[in-house]
């Protein structure tokens, strides 16, 4: 930065780190311990969505790197477009495979930008749950519903800002509408200071309720 732009308070914007997102691992044993909460097996990476031929034919080369060696079921990586005019890739795998997921996460954000959509790139999130909230009877009907879905169960996604290099804790209540849970982001904050680079600004942590991976049950 020059001594103009140090006079006049004007930075250069922070070049993307994506591999920051290789800290998630160890991140998320430091959650566990202070939190309880566990991956949930499921990520996303938002972009504002494009079209035409080239990203078609991301797309496809991105189905066919992801789903490479996947287990049978449910394909691995979605793509799901939102209200706003984004969208999402969904990526699945093993709860207790957080290292192929945050690869996985890696390797979407690598090829996007290498593509030349590094522009179009906003987040990434990886989902995280209370431990034994895969499926909730209701009691009720006596229907099984996905994981996270009971009266007081938590949810928390750790979410990449791309352009920032950071990371912010989401944490939605499962039983309020568009209602957080600010006291465990704060919690989860404090905890995470030392292995992920938390976003200080909270003007940025920018709710992403509803978004494709934040559940396990989501993006399919």
């Not at 930065?1 to 006049?8: A, E, K, N």
């Not at 992801?66 to 709860?95: C, E």
């Amino acid at each position: 930065m020059g001594l103009l732009d140090s006079i006049l308070g004007r930075s250069r914007p922070v070049r993307p780190d994506l591999d920051r997102l290789f800290g998630l691992p160890a991140a998320a044993l430091t959650l566990q311990a202070g939190t309880g909460l566990t991956p949930a097996g499921t990520g996303s990476v938002c972009f504002a969505a494009v079209e035409g031929g080239a990203f078609a034919r991301l797309k496809e080369e991105i189905r066919g790197l992801l789903g490479t060696g996947a287990a049978p079921g449910p394909p691995p990586v979605a793509y799901v477009p939102d209200a706003y005019g984004y969208t999402w890739i969904t990526v699945r795998r093993p709860a207790d495979d957080l290292i192929a997921l945050v690869n996985d996460l890696h390797a979407v954000n690598s090829l996007l930008e290498e593509a030349g959509f590094g522009p179009n790139l906003l987040c990434s999130l990886t989902a995280f749950r209370d431990p034994g909230a895969g499926t909730f009877r209701d009691p009720g009907t006596g229907t099984e519903a996905g994981a996270g879905t009971g009266a007081g169960a938590r949810e928390l996604a750790l979410v990449y800002l791309y352009k920032r290099g950071t990371f912010y804790p989401f944490a939605p209540l499962a039983d309020r509408a568009e209602t957080r849970d600010g006291a465990l982001e704060l919690q989860v904050r404090g905890l995470l200071a030392d292995d992920l680079a938390m976003e200080p600004d909270l003007e940025r942590w920018f709710p992403v309720w509803d978004a494709p991976g934040l559940r396990p049950d989501s993006g399919a």
